[in-house]
T-cell receptor
Framework: DAGVIQSPRHEVTEMGQEVTLRCKPISGHNSLFWYRQTMMRGLELLIYFNNNVPIDDSGMPEDRFSAKMPNASFSTLKIQPSEPRDSAVYFC????????????FGPGTRLTVL | GENVEQHPSTLSVQEGDSAVIKCTYSDSASNYFPWYKQELGKRPQLIIDIRSNVGEKKDQRIAVTLNKTAKHFSLHITETQPEDSAVYFCAATDTGGFKTIFGAGTRLFVKA
């Protein structure tokens, strides 16, 4: 059984470029979460979806960040334009709310903005 | 807003000793408390969890205790091994089961 899938695993881009991170949750899960992890701030929740609907995006740092979930098996996190301070590891996680609510994390995308 | 405080930030123990990590939460409506282990360069992975209707749970060398009145919960690792070295995160989940607030993490070093 495949876990949460994220792509790309590594992304290096230049300041000002658009970055799109992708996530495929575990099949059957109905909640999806995007996190950012840095040494300074730890693990921060950016946004989460329930049944493809954004529930809370209060963690999204700026208007440069946007996230979509067009269907139950796919979500994107977009940064436009990117800045060096966006460099971090971005994790996607999914869970089944009617179950334990345990979140299962993807392998993460390491983003470096030069 | 909701907050989870985790202590200590760094913990160093000798192999075979016990390690204890403590967390407190602010939202009294929280009812699910997972613990995650993150090895270097890898994803956080669930190692144990506890619900608010239970005071203690054990899985081999790992145990978690919960004091809802004091809003404290703790992770206990006994007979530590070098492979236990990692960052451990506690978390608290709201009653809706949607939003999980993570602690800042504890970096555990187990010296052989």
């Amino acid at each position: 059984d495949a876990g949460v899938i994220q792509s790309p695993r590594h992304e290096v881009t230049e300041m000002g470029q658009e970055v799109t991170l992708r996530c495929k949750p575990i099949s059957g899960h109905n909640s999806l979460f995007w996190y950012r992890q840095t040494m300074m701030r730890g693990l921060e929740l950016l946004i989460y979806f329930n049944n493809n609907v954004p529930i809370d995006d209060s963690g999204m740092p700026e208007d440069r960040f946007s996230a979509k979930m067009p269907n139950a098996s796919f979500s994107t996190l977009k940064i436009q334009p990117s800045e060096p301070r966006d460099s971090a590891v971005y994790f996607c996680a999914s869970s089944l709310i009617q179950g334990t609510g345990t979140q299962y994390f993807g392998p993460g995308t390491r983003l470096t903005v030069l | 807003g909701e907050n989870v405080e985790q202590h200590p930030s760094t913990l160093s123990v000798q192999e075979g000793d016990s390690a204890v990590i403590k967390c407190t939460y602010s939202d009294s409506a929280s009812n699910y408390f997972p613990w995650y282990k993150q090895e270097l360069g890898k994803r956080p992975q669930l190692i144990i969890d506890i619900r608010s209707n239970v005071g203690e749970k054990k899985d081999q060398r790992i145990a978690v205790t919960l004091n809802k009145t004091a809003k404290h919960f703790s992770l206990h690792i006994t007979e530590t091994q070098p492979e236990d070295s990692a960052v451990y995160f506690c978390a608290a989940t709201d009653t809706g089961g949607f939003k999980t607030i993570f602690g800042a993490g504890t970096r555990l070093f187990v010296k052989a």
